[in-house]
C-alpha cells in the first residue's frame, strides 16, 4: 500500500492557543482511517488544517508525495483532497443540483461533470429527487447527503468526512453508513471524524484518539474494542 | 390625472434605475465580503468625472468616456481591495476596519477629484437632448437612455450571477466562505473581481446621476446614502430584492416629490426604512441572519 496522506508532527490553532500538537498520521491508499474523540478536542480543526483553512504553525503534511501544507484551499481541492464539513455547509439559497455542481467546480472535475452526476444521483437517489429544490428547504438527513453528492462530485483521491452521522435520526444515520460503505468498497480512501465509536469501529482500518489535541492511542478497531477501560474513559463506556 | 400620474412613474422609474445599479455595486461587496464600501460616493464621483475628462480634454466619444470610467473606477475598486481589504480580511475586527478605512479612501479621492477639478459644478457631457410625448407629458430622452441603460446593466449582472462559472462562484462565496474555499473556489481572486465590479457600476451610476444633476466632487454623497437605504430595505447583501426595493423606492420619491414637495422625499425615504429596521430588521427581502446573492 502507498501512503497517500501523510501530516508529520503538525501543530496548529488559533492565535497563541494551539489546538492541535504534534500529530502525526497517514492514510493509505484505498484505507478508511477514523478519528475519534470527546468534543472540543481538536478533531474538526485538525481537518480544516489539511484542507487548508487554516495553516499549520509547525509540521508538514505531504499528499500523494507533494507538500500541501503551504497551498491555499482552492489548490489543495485541485490536489485531490475533498473535505466534507460538518454541519454540511451548504449553499443555502442554491438548489440541490446547483450545490452538486459547485462540487464539480475545480476545473478538473468540470470536465467530468455530467457522469459524476450520474454516479452521485445512482448512489443518492433521494438527491435526483430533490434536485430542484432549494437546500434551504432540505431535512437534516437529506442536508447531509447534499453535502456528501457535493463532496463526491469533486472527485477527488481522498473524502474526508466531519461526523457525517451527527444530529441525524438512527435510520438516517444507518442510509449514510451505508453510503460510507459503498465508497469504501469503490476503493476511496476516507478520512473520517466520528463521535460513535462503536459504529466507525465496524468499519475503520485505523482509529487515532485525540484528547486535549494529541493522539493518545492508535490502533485497529479490534484492538479498542479490547481496551474497555478507553471506552470507558472517553466515551463513558 | 393621468398626465400626472405618466410623469410621477416616468421619473420614478428613472430614479429607481439609477439607484438600482448603484445598489447593486453596494449590495454585491457586502453579501461577498461583508465589507460595507464608504469609498462608494466618491467613487460615483469619479466615474462622472473621468467620463467628462475623457469626453471634454480628450475630445473623444461619449462611450469612450464611459468605458474609460468603468475601466478607472474598476481599478481603483481592485486596489481598495489590495491595499485596505486583503491585509484586513483575517482580522477579527473586519467589518469594522474596512468601515473606517473606506471612510479615509472615500475622503481623499473626494479631495484629489477636488484638487484636478475644482469645486465649481460641472454638466455632464454625456447627455441626449429631446424629449418623448406621451399624452401631454414629455418624458426626456435622457430618462429614457438611462432607463434602458439600466436594463442592459441588470441583464448582464443577471447572466453573470445566475449563469457563468464567476457568477456561480460569487454566489457560493456569499452564502457560505468556508463552503466554497473548500468547493476549491479562490476566493481572493472572488473579492478582488466584485470590488472591481462594483466600481464599474459605480462608474455607470455616477455618470447616469450627473447627466441628470451636474458633476460636483461631493455628488456622490446623497446617492451613497440613499443606496444604503435601499440596501437595509431589501436586506442587505440580497441584489435581487435590492434592484426591486431600488425601483419600488424611485417610485415612491417621484410620488413624495409631487403629493409632499421635494424638500419631503428624502424624509419620507428615511421614515420607512425606520418602519423596515422595526418591522423586519433582516430586511424586505432577507432572511433572518442570512447574506445572500
Known amino acids: 500500500m502507498t501512503v497517500l496522506l501523510e501530516l508529520q508532527s503538525v501543530s496548529a490553532g488559533y492565535g497563541f492557543h494551539l489546538v492541535i500538537r504534534d500529530v502525526s498520521l497517514t492514510v493509505e491508499n484505498g484505507q478508511l482511517v477514523a478519528l475519534i474523540g470527546p468534543n472540543g478536542h481538536g478533531k474538526t480543526t485538525l481537518l480544516r488544517v489539511i484542507s487548508g483553512l487554516i495553516k499549520p504553525q509547525r509540521g508538514v503534511i505531504n499528499f500523494a508525495g507533494h507538500r500541501i501544507d503551504h497551498l491555499r484551499p482552492d489548490e489543495i481541492v485541485e490536489a485531490g483532497i475533498v473535505h466534507v464539513p460538518q454541519g454540511d455547509l451548504l449553499f443555502p439559497d442554491m438548489t440541490v443540483l446547483e450545490n452538486l455542481r459547485m462540487g464539480a467546480y475545480p476545473r478538473n472535475a468540470a470536465k467530468q461533470e455530467p457522469q459524476r452526476l450520474e454516479e452521485v444521483f445512482a448512489l443518492l437517489p433521494k438527491l435526483k429527487e430533490r434536485r430542484h429544490q432549494l437546500a434551504s428547504t432540505l431535512s437534516g438527513g437529506e442536508r447531509r447527503m447534499a453535502s456528501i453528492g457535493r463532496g463526491l462530485m469533486a472527485g477527488g483521491r481522498i473524502l474526508i468526512l466531519d461526523e457525517p452521522s451527527l444530529g441525524l435520526a438512527p435510520i438516517v444515520i444507518e442510509q449514510i453508513y451505508e453510503v460510507i460503505r459503498r465508497l469504501r468498497q469503490s476503493g476511496r480512501s476516507i478520512l473520517i471524524v466520528e463521535e460513535n465509536v462503536t459504529r466507525i469501529a465496524e468499519i475503520a482500518d485505523v482509529l487515532h484518539l485525540l484528547d486535549n489535541g494529541q493522539f493518545v492511542w492508535s490502533g485497529r478497531s479490534s484492538e479498542l474494542l479490547s481496551r474497555p477501560e478507553l471506552l470507558l474513559t472517553y466515551f463513558g463506556g | ?293
Open chain 2, 1 to 293: 390625472m393621468m398626465d400626472v400620474l405618466v410623469q410621477v412613474i416616468a421619473s420614478g422609474l428613472t430614479l429607481g434605475a439609477m439607484y438600482a445599479i448603484s445598489t447593486v455595486g453596494l449590495t454585491l461587496v457586502y453579501g461577498s465580503l461583508n465589507m460595507l464600501n464608504m469609498a462608494y460616493g466618491a467613487l460615483l464621483a469619479l466615474g462622472g468625472y473621468i467620463c467628462l475628462y475623457v469626453m471634454t480634454s480628450l475630445g473623444l466619444p461619449a462611450i469612450v468616456g464611459a468605458v474609460a470610467a468603468m475601466v478607472g473606477c474598476g481599478f481603483v475598486g481592485l486596489l481598495i481591495y489590495h491595499l485596505a481589504a486583503r491585509p484586513m480580511l483575517s482580522s477579527g475586527n473586519f467589518e469594522t476596519q474596512i468601515f473606517i478605512a473606506t471612510i479615509g479612501i472615500g475622503a481623499v479621492l473626494e479631495n484629489v477629484i477636488l484638487r484636478v477639478f475644482g469645486p465649481q459644478p460641472v454638466a455632464q457631457p454625456l447627455t441626449l437632448t429631446g424629449a418623448i410625448v406621451i399624452g401631454k407629458v414629455h418624458v426626456p430622452t435622457q430618462n429614457i437612455f438611462i432607463l434602458a441603460a439600466a436594463f442592459v446593466m441588470m441583464g448582464m449582472i443577471a447572466f453573470l450571477l445566475g449563469s457563468t462559472r464567476a457568477g456561480r462562484a460569487i454566489r457560493a462565496t456569499a452564502q457560505n466562505r468556508d463552503a466554497a474555499q473548500l468547493m476549491g473556489v479562490r476566493i481572493g481572486r472572488i473579492y478582488a473581481g466584485v470590488l472591481a465590479l462594483s466600481g464599474a457600476l459605480a462608474a455607470i451610476s455616477g455618470i447616469m446621476i450627473s447627466s441628470l444633476s451636474g458633476l460636483l466632487p461631493n455628488m456622490g454623497g446623497d446617492p451613497m446614502l440613499k443606496a444604503f437605504v435601499i440596501c437595509v430595505v431589501a436586506g442587505l447583501g440580497n441584489v435581487y430584492g435590492a434592484v426591486t426595493a431600488a425601483i419600488l423606492l424611485g417610485l415612491l420619491e417621484a410620488g413624495a416629490e409631487y403629493l409632499l414637495g421635494v424638500q419631503y422625499s428624502f424624509a419620507v425615504l428615511l421614515v420607512l426604512v425606520i418602519g423596515v429596521l422595526i418591522w423586519r430588521p433582516y430586511g424586505l427581502f432577507g432572511r433572518k441572519q442570512v447574506v445572500r446573492l
